[in-house]
């Protein structure tokens, strides 16, 4: 349900301009992104570089901090806080002044650095650490936006901190335990800000808790296949796969921006769903908006879009997120009529419909009343009237799954 105390349920007039779709907004299920017009099938509805990223302390020595270009052997060059690797000197040095290429808001490095020299004693888990790191950098935009008012300069990046007050917060959903693991993590991190002397205003723990709980709730999953080497990238499709059957996705090669040489079914498009053990794309990666990767897959990143971030979920979505080497888009997976919900997937679609549930329930906080688990309710329903009358005892395997804890935070 939509907590209006921790969002606005409006956004700046431009955030959606010139975009074919317009937002609208209904207390369930809270802003979400409609059709503004007929679309066709593989139509690009939105396309935008990422805001922030951050990658899991196990791939942050495989994939450049600069340029962000996976390596299959370990980078040799790496800043002294032994948390950022470069493939060059050259990347090192943008790095330190301008950020991570093609990212929307540029946190230089140099300014991060100091607080992150304290991440190596974190006892926080890979997880926490990544969301963590994008805390850090959202303080950082923070700070140089006050720094840049002062100066009365107006914007210092396309997209700023109010974009990130955007996105929704459901810190206040976070379950007893999740709040206290929360607790123990800012706790260090307010430790590092403290001890590196922080030169920005020290946020108090409240604040700190409402940017993780805009960071979970919104952030997308960096996937790359399993086994493949580390400059594969089709990655986080092909959870898709069960719910899609018959059609494909594409990806796009990081150099061109362009989808690779057909050899897919359905839309006939290349290294698609349907064909998993096709040869990876070289240095791109894919990515949609879940937190659970596929057996095939693995997580080795996280990062956060604003607009992308407006689409909903559907366990039949009809759009779908693909992301370049530094940008993402979002797609139509079918033709959809004017008016028409845009929806994209949050988690791993193969799973059965309990294990989705629950997924969403645990990171997402909501209740997925979309056509299929409605659909798959009745059909659970019926089996079970049916299976009830064969058995002439109790149901069996149909009574509601108990809601498990949440567990951590795990975006
Ligand atoms: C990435 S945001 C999507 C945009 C969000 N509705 C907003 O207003 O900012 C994810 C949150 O949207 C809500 N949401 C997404 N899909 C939903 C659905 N199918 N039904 C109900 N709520 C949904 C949940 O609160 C979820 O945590």
């Not at 951050?54 to 980078?75: E, N, V």
């Not at 059909?379 to 804890?405: D, H, I, M, N």
Request: charged fraction near 25%.
């Amino acid at each position: 349900m939509w907590n209006s105390e921790n969002s606005s349920h409006t956004v700046p007039d431009d955030t959606l301009a010139g975009l074919p779709c317009k937002l609208e907004f209904s207390k369930e299920k809270g802003r979400y992104l409609v059709a503004k017009r007929a679309l066709l099938r593989e139509e690009v509805v939105l396309e935008s570089e990422s805001y922030l990223t951050s990658i899991l302390p196990s791939w942050k020595k495989r994939i450049c901090r600069g340029c962000f270009a996976a390596h299959s052997s370990r980078l040799s060059i790496k800043c002294q806080c032994n948390q950022a690797w470069y493939c060059s000197e050259a990347c090192r040095g943008s790095h330190a002044c301008a950020g991570t290429a093609g990212s929307q808001c540029p946190v230089p490095h140099k300014l991060v650095c100091p607080v992150l020299s304290y991440f190596g004693g974190s006892k926080c888990d890979a997880d926490m650490e990544s969301v963590l790191h994008m805390c850090l950098d959202v303080l950082a935009l923070q700070h140089l936006e006050n720094l840049a008012a002062t100066a009365g300069v107006q914007r210092i990046a396309k997209l700023g901190h109010a974009d990130f007050l955007l996105l929704q917060d459901h810190s206040d959903d976070f379950s007893k335990e999740d709040k206290r693991d929360w607790k123990k993590a800012l706790t260090f991190l307010e430790n590092a800000l403290r001890k590196a002397g922080w030169p920005g205003q020290r946020p108090r723990p409240q604040e700190l808790l409402t940017i993780v709980g805009r960071i979970a709730a919104n952030n997308f999953g960096i996937y790359r296949t399993r086994g493949g080497s580390v400059a594969a990238g089709r990655q986080g499709l092909a959870a898709q796969k069960a719910s899609l059957a018959g059609t494909t996705v594409s990806e796009q090669t990081p150099e061109t921006g362009s989808p690779v040489a057909s050899s897919g079914s359905g839309l006939e498009r290349p290294n698609g769903m349907n064909n998993l053990e096709a040869p990876a794309v070289s240095g791109g990666t894919a990515h949609d908006l879940r937190d659970c990767a596929t057996t095939s897959e693995e997580l080795i990143g996280r990062e956060l879009y604003i607009r992308a971030s407006l689409l909903n979920h559907s366990c039949r979505p009809n759009c779908v997120v693909i992301r370049g080497l530094s940008s993402g888009s979002v797609q139509t997976l079918r033709d959809i009529q004017e008016g028409e919900e845009l929806t994209i997937s949050y988690i791993d679609l193969g799973l059965p419909p309990s294990a989705r549930g629950d997924e969403l329930r645990k990171n997402f906080f909501f209740e997925c009343t979309c056509d299929r688990c409605i659909e798959e309710r009745t059909e659970g329903a019926t089996k079970c009237t049916y299976e009830r009358s064969k058995l002439r005892g109790p149901a069996q395997g149909c009574a509601p799954k108990r809601r498990g804890r949440k567990t951590r935070v795990s975006q």
